[in-house]
């Protein structure tokens, strides 16, 4: 999906707590919003919390059945810069079109990664075909400067290793937990897993005590330290824990997002991760003038303009 990120959004961190240096359960409440005609709720960038580890955006959408409004997703062409994008599906079926050449449907289970580096274009709908409940999360990773500014990338793994936790499932889409490693390379420390349980289950899940973490919770709840979790929340739980004790209720899926916290600076505009105002200006510059640097994206739907930074001076 494309991420609009707007002047609501793009507040510096100053703005919220601060980063904790220990364990803490902050929640806060992820932002009603509108990509590609599905409702989504924004977990990350919050005023109060823009990133975890170096996860900078995560929308939340659906479920929606697909005759209902919002039912079907459309996004059509548009830039990246400076991130990476993490599509997961619980239900439902997305087909991805990139500027590589890339044309690929993913499915509950599967992973899209697409890696934006210098600049890359996608669009992403669901198929004409579908008539099934659509319902999944989709995440960006900001990119380290090391990284950022190397060649696009698309990757598709269909299937993830996972680990039993009790009744719970642990699916690990980035990083790594308890051993179990994703297919994934990252040049950073960054942790993506799904908890999946039919039953209600307490479980402890081993974990890095230099990363931050976080919980969105998909589906069901999620209890922790005397707080409960559901759907449009974000838990953000600090530093500082070599275990997580989670109880989480019968039928929920569960993100759990860590990473160290990320240092560099971070800015971000509408599809744009960079450092700078220039940067993000010249990338807008060439979406809107069509140069090479995004490449061409095979797809019927219409290009998405870039919306016009909003503190260049109005002509
Ligand atoms: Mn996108």
Partial sequence: MSGPITATDAEPDAAGPGRPEGPTVELVPSRAASVGGVDVRRALPRRQRRTIGAWCFADHFGPVAPDGPGGRMEVGPHPHTGLQTVTWLVEGEVVHTDSLGSEQSIRPGQLNLMTAGRGVAHAEQTPASYRGVLHGI???????????????????????????????????????????????????????????????????????????????????????????VGPGVLAYLGRGRDELALDISGGSRVLLLGGPPFTEDLLMWWNFVARTRGEIEHAWNEWEGGTARFGRVASDLPRIPAPRPSWLPTT
């Fill in 138 to 228: 989709q995440l960006w990773i900001a990119q380290p400067d090391i990284t950022r500014d190397r060649a696009p990338d698309f990757a598709h793994h269909a299937e993830l290793p996972d680990a039993d936790y009790g009744s719970c499932r642990a699916t690990v889409l980035i990083g790594e937990l308890g051993g179990v490693r994703s297919p994934s390379h990252f040049e950073m420390g960054i942790l993506g897993v799904e908890l999946a349980t039919a039953a209600p289950t307490d479980l402890i899940l081993p974990v890095d005590a230099a990363f931050e973490h976080g919980l969105i919770v998909l589906a069901g709840g999620v209890a922790l330290a005397g707080e409960t």
